[in-house]
């Protein structure tokens, strides 16, 4: 009954957890400009995130190797920290975005500006990295991110025509889009989705909470299940931007934009629901974004690290964290928009993505690190797959940027 | 058909053959009780120029130490770090090579970890509950 439950509880924190600003935004402008002509890309990329999480989670488990201590050992010291330098830049974008979308989220709450809340969900971030345990961390932001259902129920409360919304779904670029905007934002979508950090976090996670191979089936249920239904999160965010946004031609370029369906179809009380899952949603991905530089760097060094060490024991990995934290309320002191630095963070990760990807797929076929446990045909013929889509979203992310103008 | 005791008999050392850029190089090492403690950097040699040589006349080099610090940066960027700027971990003191390197003595015991130290004391250690688990 305990292990049945806690399946339960890990499927539902995987469910509130996939979401983060990157797929908030994202979703909501993709589907007030192109409706749901892009939404081919969300299965793309959770098909993707679900092969390599639930990777890089097995070899963590098996082998008792985090992500980039394989990077740092497979690519080796050049290559390892022309990733390191990448990887903790595009996080550090990702952090800054997440705690401007606290500050934004916590603004619809309480009608205070963004600005006085950026240093409160700064400090709030590092009490919870400094003193929670990992486990209460996980589960409690993990269920107070279900809060973003609200999302699906305003889709049902809109009572969108279903045969025609089914019709809105064909990969149709609109001819008011240049196509090079069409491809730039399904670039976005796809780096929102597989965003480097998860695969972090994800097997530095399993180190924490002390996995072994006797707790994959249970990953695996966790991952198979609820990233598909996180993605359904996604999509109902798009679902609603289309059916509010796309016919009055509005765009969306704020967070209070994203929620305003779910205003229109459930009033108040359904706003609350789904602003309590959008600051759920952003604090839980800043936690771990911020956790994710943190262990980037201490893995490449090979630094004590963890959330299950005191933080005297794993010193230079909360000096890295605390650092991250000051730069980007940095970031955020100087007024720049934090859905902006979120529009760019997701499209620099789609560029960072091959160099982390690669070493997890040789790694998982390396018999001295996973023994009898190496990568089935399958999981490595559906991996190839989505490593060769990996690498043409990479390359063509910054000529993308560039023609389309960052999606203008 | 074959007869056993004709075939010459291989007296070569036993051991694992181990590839230093494969096994050695960019791998883990940890203490005795799981804390890590580096990444090896670089291998600190000895006979490269004057070892012994074998009957093939191949010169027998054997690992020193296993080094870390700096010496990553003149291993990326080329050039040479200072012989005393070397964090070095003797090889006497390796106990297990797999898929991380064990060394038999605590973490704390080695010059190769005193920035932890030195950030512990002066910046984590003396901010409040930082000597606390998390609860």
Redesign the interface.
């Given at each position: 009954m305990k292990k049945v439950l806690g399946i339960f509880l890990g499927i539902l924190t995987a469910i509130g957890g996939f979401v983060d600003i990157g797929d908030l935004v994202t979703n909501a402008v993709v589907g007030s400009r192109f409706g749901l002509s892009l939404a081919w890309v969300l299965p793309v990329g959770v098909i993707g995130i679900i092969v390599f999480a639930q990777m890089s989670g097995r070899v963590a488990a098996v082998?008792?190797?985090a992500t980039f201590?394989i990077i740092?050992?497979r690519l080796?010291?050049?290559l390892?920290?022309a990733n390191l330098g990448a990887s903790f830049l595009i996080n550090l974008l990702t952090l800054t975005a997440e705690i401007g979308g606290i500050a934004l989220a916590m603004q619809l709450a309480s009608d205070i500006q963004p600005g006085l809340w950026i240093p409160v969900a700064v400090v709030a971030v590092w009490i919870v990295l400094?003193?929670?345990?990992?486990s209460i961390m996980e589960n409690v932001v993990g269920l107070l991110g279900l809060c973003l259902i609200a999302f699906a129920v305003a889709v049902f409360l809109l009572h969108p025509d279903w045969s025609a919304l089914a019709h809105k779904a064909i990969p149709v670029m609109p001819s008011s889009e240049h196509p090079s905007t069409y491809w730039y934002y399904a670039v976005a979508l796809f780096g929102a989705a597989m965003t480097p950090y998860e695969v972090f976090f994800f097997s530095s996670g399993a180190r924490e909470e002390g996995w072994t191979k006797s707790d994959l089936s249970e990953s695996r249920a966790n991952v198979l299940i609820g990233f598909p239904l996180g993605g359904l999160l996604s999509l109902s965010i798009a679902v609603c931007a289309t059916l509010v946004m796309l016919p009055r031609g509005i765009q969306v370029d704020s967070l209070s934009q994203v929620a305003m369906p779910v205003a229109q179809a459930g009033g108040k009380l359904l706003l609350i629901i789904v602003i309590l899952g959008m600051v759920a949603a952003t604090f839980g991905a800043a936690l771990e974004t911020a956790l994710s530089s943190g262990y980037t760097i201490a893995q490449?060094?090979?630094?004590?690290?963890g959330?299950f060490?005191?933080?005297?024991?794993a010193?230079?990995f909360?000096?890295v964290m605390i650092v991250s934290l000051l730069i980007g309320l940095g970031i955020l002191a100087t007024g720049v928009d934090p859905v902006q630095v979120t529009e760019a963070s997701v499209v620099f990760s789609a560029l960072a993505l091959p160099l982390t990807y690669l070493p997890i797929l040789l790694v998982a076929n390396d018999p001295?690190?996973m023994g009898d446990q190496v990568n089935g045909r399958y999981t490595n013929g559906i991996a190839l797959v989505f490593l060769f889509l990996i690498l043409v979203a990479s390359i063509a992310a910054i000529p993308l940027m560039i023609v389309s103008g960052m999606g203008a | 058909m074959t007869d056993a005791s004709r075939l010459p008999v291989d007296d070569s050392p036993r051991g694992t053959v181990l590839d230093a850029h494969l096994h050695l190089l960019d791998r883990q090492i940890v203490d005795p009780n799981g804390m890590p403690i580096a990444v090896v950097d670089d291998l600190e040699l000895d006979g490269v120029e004057d070892g012994p040589q074998d009957a093939s006349g191949a010169v027998r080099v054997t690992v020193r130490g296993l080094v870390t610090g700096p010496v990553l940066w003149t291993r990326i960027f080329g050039g040479r770090a200072p012989e005393h700027r070397y964090d070095e971990l003797p090889w006497s003191d390796v106990g297990e090579l797999g898929v991380v390197i064990r060394v038999d003595k605590p973490a704390d015991s080695y010059e190769a970890s005193w920035t932890e130290r030195w950030v512990r004391e002066r910046v984590i250690g003396r901010i409040p509950g930082g000597r606390h688990a998390p609860d």
């Open positions: 082998s008792g190797r201590e740092r050992e080796g010291p050049r390892g920290m400094w003193r929670v345990k990992f490449y060094f090979g630094w004590p690290w959330k060490r005191r933080p005297a024991q010193s230079r909360h000096l001295q690190y | -």
